[in-house]
């Protein structure tokens, strides 16, 4: 089985997840211009989950144009990746709308939490399918240098520390925990920018 | 007709219908971390509908890449299938809801009762689009075993007959009704692992 | 240009309307059992819709797979025909609400109207698109019989007729115009079945 | 990395965006009829919205079916014009509630600002992913006319000078800058036909 639908699924999913992201952006009751300004947690949360998917996504694509043959266990582990992109909208929106009444008594300790918490799923998600594709005999294309793809691994999961340690804070210092996830996603988007780690085809 | 552009739409109504599910998770009001707690039974909607769309998903895959011709007829019947498909995330939502009011009246007879009736539909759907893909002939691959798949079919059958079985207690045990429909989402994914049914291409 | 990316976008956006009708389908509030009953129209339109919007996908697939190049004024008449499909959810949720509301004053008189037009705007966008194809020298596959698609095109407008008897009847008939646009989808999915039109590849 | 998988994904993105406007329009409150014909806004902000995204679909198909190779800048670049097609559903949804409760005291001056700062934002990620293209060496297909790609891109930007004016009037005249965002959306659509810009395959 090669990985033609598999991928086409898993965009699918990718954009479909990436794209509700906008239906947590609800129009303000009362006065508008002033409930718009109000809800910028809303924008940067929205930013910063759309950054997060979209990355993943990268390397989701980075990782499978190289897999040869997708067997059932790999689908599975790539389901359970799935599950974890598909439920970010829903922390996003809590954090969006519990920062915005931070002032007066929001629940930042429990929406940074909740937020770190999928963000690890997520790269647990991704890191169990990364390993599968790597150990698995056969799963990836023979020519690549599987020393190289370790240490690409290694360089990617530094960053996953990142998350433990923001979820650890989050309920003593919600907003640096929140601060960290908003930086790790531009880490990721920046920061590994040179890290191809396959050879080209 | 080839079945390309047919796996692809589906594939998008799969991908959209599993990513709709996170709208089922809605922000609680009041108390944030006592809420959030509270609505578990809707977590472990999500998991376990995540997991019966996605297996569906495998098996619509594992069929369709050995179907060679796609009649208008089949078309039709993955229609009906897809139909089933795309609802699951309303009696999901039930589900959630529910389950989660129990201890004050929520009502699960009923929505065990829908969950169940729509797996079925789910499953019907799926077997009507096996036997015409089975029996047609041209539609599939004329190197395959087709004994092997009728029995092949036969073990997927197993499950459903799980299904009826759930949705006959539902009016009586509603809540081993549930559990009998998570345990066999697990079924699913993972003992028929070894089923691939079809030789390689 | 070749139509491959035109029919990737546009099964992308029937995939994503077809599957957006579940939203339709709203929890009931107070007694489930008796509200689940209530909203059997919402079933109904959720099934009449489907069928409308999943056989106006077979029909673009029909004809899409003969189209050889794609110009931008054809990107633009699809456009405008998704532009019609993509709105199909709205008039369905009409329908579903206020027929359930019928006995103590829904109006079924205006949602009959609204869905009508929905459906002449789908069929005069289908339309449209189509005779584009056939007309414009270079679109459409050199070797089909253009005589046949012309009549495979009348057989198609008998249908299309239907709707606009439907939507005349909506002011005074509104139960047979809804009973009318049920048929249709029905009339559209199993007697247009021997209406292949195009030869074999 | 070639460019088949970032334009599957980037279809669905604009595909479910796209999809999504049918959720601005809300079953009225009360009285369906005169409901109904009160949000004629929200049919025109939809109807313009459509196109605008549409457009920019057609523009992206056009770009990319010239890019031969995809590096990790160019995926960055594309993610963020994603951003803002994504967004587009929000003040979509802004303009067409405040424009219905113009008469008593909808600000329009809020959400004509705002869906003009939208615009501009998307037409910049646009304008970013083109340059990037065209002056990144090995991106774009060797054999293309980069002058003439320029020029193209001058004649793009005109239009993008529109929604500039748009947005620097909304807050004077916002039913003229409304009135220029659906005239610009029509201008891409017909006025811009004549322009492949890019030699034919």
Not at 25 to 44: F, I, N, R, T, V
Not at 103 to 119: E, F, I, P, R, S
Not at 133 to 147: F, H
Not at 168 to 174: I, N, S
Request: cysteine-free; proline content about 5%.
């Amino acid at each position: 089985m090669n990985s033609g639908r598999t991928e086409g699924f898993s965009d699918g999913v990718f954009a479909v997840a990436i794209t509700l992201l906008v239906l947590n952006l609800h129009a303000p009751e009362g006065d508008l211009k002033a409930g718009l300004q109000h809800m910028w947690p809303a924008y940067l949360a929205y930013v910063v989950s759309f950054l997060n998917i979209g990355i993943m996504w990268l390397n989701h694509h980075a990782m499978f144009r190289h897999v040869v043959r997708v067997d059932r266990k790999l689908q599975l582990l790539n389901l359970v990746l799935l599950m974890a992109v598909v439920v970010v909208p829903f922390p996003t929106d809590l954090v969006g709308q519990q920062l915005a009444h931070n002032l007066h008594g929001g629940d930042t300790k429990t929406v940074a939490l909740v937020y770190g918490l999928v963000m690890i799923a997520m790269a647990l998600g991704f890191t169990s399918v990364w390993w599968y594709v790597v150990l698995r005999p056969g799963v990836l294309d023979e020519r690549l240098d599987k020393a190289q793809l370790r240490q690409a691994n290694l360089r990617f999961q530094v960053g996953g520390v990142g998350y433990l340690i923001g979820t650890a804070l989050a309920p003593w210092q919600p907003l640096a925990a929140l601060i960290l996830f908003g930086l790790l996603s531009l880490y990721y988007a920046f920061e590994h920018l040179p890290q191809p780690a396959v050879p080209a085809e």
